[in-house]
């Protein structure tokens, strides 16, 4: 197999070598103090050009550029040092009661201040504490249903704070669940089209463990 041949110079190349070499004084090979670096170099190898790109041009004075930093290592933990605690986590949404009693209030601003304050009087009240959901849900239905027929506006729904309890089933309902599903209740289904407002109780009459439920006129 034939060995490839590695490109000469090219025409520019060689001129310029040649106007270079023309314009250098070779030294002597005895010259004093000469003889060690040039004794040993021949007329033909020094006559023979050098391929510029054996050369990197640099700037006269310049500084050379300093080499890149290392990248960065990951924090890895290491035996002996600190655990670094978790940065804190913040619910976004807030808990049940005071987002209702956050929310815009639908009923007349005089009559909103009135129930702040306990002094409105429920008409009616129904007691689901101690129920489970499958009792509660319709024993609410049928109560709201009646007070609205009957031409009540407010009532109060009693559902309890809640406890912790184990009722033996795999997955143990969560604490206060009834004061969690009564506000969903009377917003959906049948109920939404007769309650207008559903807000936290004023503490005389039961506080967080119930509600008021503002319904609708009838017409």
């Known amino acids: ?47 023979e050009p050098v391929h510029l790109s054996h050369f990197t041009a640099q700037t006269p004075g310049a500084t050379p ?39 815009p209030p639908r009923v007349d601003v005089g009559i909103q201040n009135r129930l702040k304050r306990g002094k409105l009087r429920p008409e009616a009240r129904i007691d689901l504490h101690g129920m489970t959901l499958s009792e509660a849900h319709p024993a609410l239905t049928g109560f709201l249903l009646d007070a609205r027929a009957k031409g009540r506006r407010l009532v109060l729904v009693i559902t309890g704070k809640g406890k912790d309890r184990d009722d033996g089933s795999i997955m143990p309902l969560p604490r206060g669940v009834l004061r969690h599903q009564v506000p969903h209740w009377v917003q959906t289904g049948a109920l939404a089209g007769i309650v207008l407002q559903i807000t936290p109780a004023h503490f005389r009459h039961g506080g967080e463990g119930a509600y008021y439920v503002y319904l609708k006129r009838r017409h």
């Open 1 to 47: 197999m034939r060995r490839r041949r590695k490109p000469g110079l090219t025409p520019e190349d060689r001129a310029l070598w040649q106007k270079v070499a023309s314009s250098v004084t070779p030294l002597s090979a005895t010259a004093p103090g000469r003889g060690g670096l040039l004794g040993s170099t021949s007329a033909s190898e020094a006559s």
């Open 65 to 103: 550029e300093p080499p890149p930093p290392p990248p960065a290592l990951p924090n890895r933990f290491r035996i002996g040092s600190a655990v670094q605690p978790a940065p804190p986590r913040h619910d976004v949404l807030a808990p049940l009661p005071e987002r209702l009693a956050a929310a």
